[in-house]
């Protein structure tokens, strides 16, 4: 069974930083793509990020472009997202998901990501 | 960016009732369309797929239809479970989401 299991989110302030990992368990993770989603506190969603299965190409939404980075490692079976200058509006649950190149078919519980003074 | 319109935004239905979502793009998307459904507290769960290929384990009352810019969501027979949130997302290019359509029962 596929598993994927997020962490590091928290309170931080504006400006701030903070790097979230997903742990993937029951499936090969190197053969895939993955992606990160976010869920606004509306509960609209945005796709922020992907990577290639071997981390050669990764793709970002325009509204973290410069400030977010997204690397795996597949030894490790883990994928990262490192944000910085992080705004208030990008306060959010943000998912780890499988996919993209495709829809995305197994999803994170997700982790709170709050942006506050 | 491709856009991603959703009506209605909200809908309320009976249990057996046949209900129907719609999402628009904002350009052809071909068949790059997927659903899914969502309940508080939970991760979206994937419904369709290619905008009418049934994920494995989704009940055969949910069916998807449509190609290019115009799809739809139904729901043959609703039953108590399917109260949640539905969602189309696009990936043609990228992604993008439609704002959700909250399904009352």
């Known amino acids: 069974e596929v598993h994927l299991v997020e962490s590091g989110g928290g309170l931080v302030q504006p400006g701030g930083s903070l790097t979230l990992s997903c742990a993937a368990s029951?499936?090969?993770?190197?053969?895939?793509?993955m992606s990160w989603v976010r869920q606004f506190p509306g509960k609209g969603l945005e796709w922020v990020a992907n990577?290639?299965?071997?981390?050669?190409?990764?793709y970002y939404v325009g509204s973290v472009k410069g400030r977010f980075t997204t690397s795996r490692d597949n030894a490790k079976n883990s994928l990262y997202l490192h944000m910085d200058s992080l705004r208030v509006e990008d306060t959010a649950v943000y998912y780890c998901?499988?996919?993209?190149?495709?829809?995305?078919?197994?999803w994170g519980q997700g982790t709170l990501v709050t942006i506050s003074s | 960016d491709i856009q991603m319109t959703q009506s209605p935004s909200t809908l309320s239905a009976s249990i057996g009732d046949r209900v129907t979502i719609t999402c628009r793009a904002s350009?052809?998307?071909?068949?790059?369309l997927a659903w899914y459904q969502q309940k508080p507290g939970k991760a979206p769960k994937l419904l369709i797929y290619?905008?009418?290929s049934l994920e494995n384990g989704v009940p055969s009352r949910f069916s998807g239809s449509g190609s290019g810019t115009e799809f739809t969501l139904t729901i043959s027979s609703l039953q108590p479970d399917d109260s949640a949130t539905y969602y189309c997302?696009?990936?043609?290019?990228?992604?993008?989401f439609g704002q959700g359509t909250k399904l009352q029962i």
């Open positions: 998901a499988r996919g993209l190149p495709g829809p995305f078919d197994n």
């Open positions: 029951g499936f090969t993770f190197a053969s895939h793509w």
């Open positions: 990577i290639k299965e071997d981390g050669s190409e990764k």
């Open positions: 350009q052809s998307i071909s068949s790059w």
């Open positions: 290619k905008a009418s």
């Open positions: 997302q696009q990936h043609s290019s990228f992604s993008t």
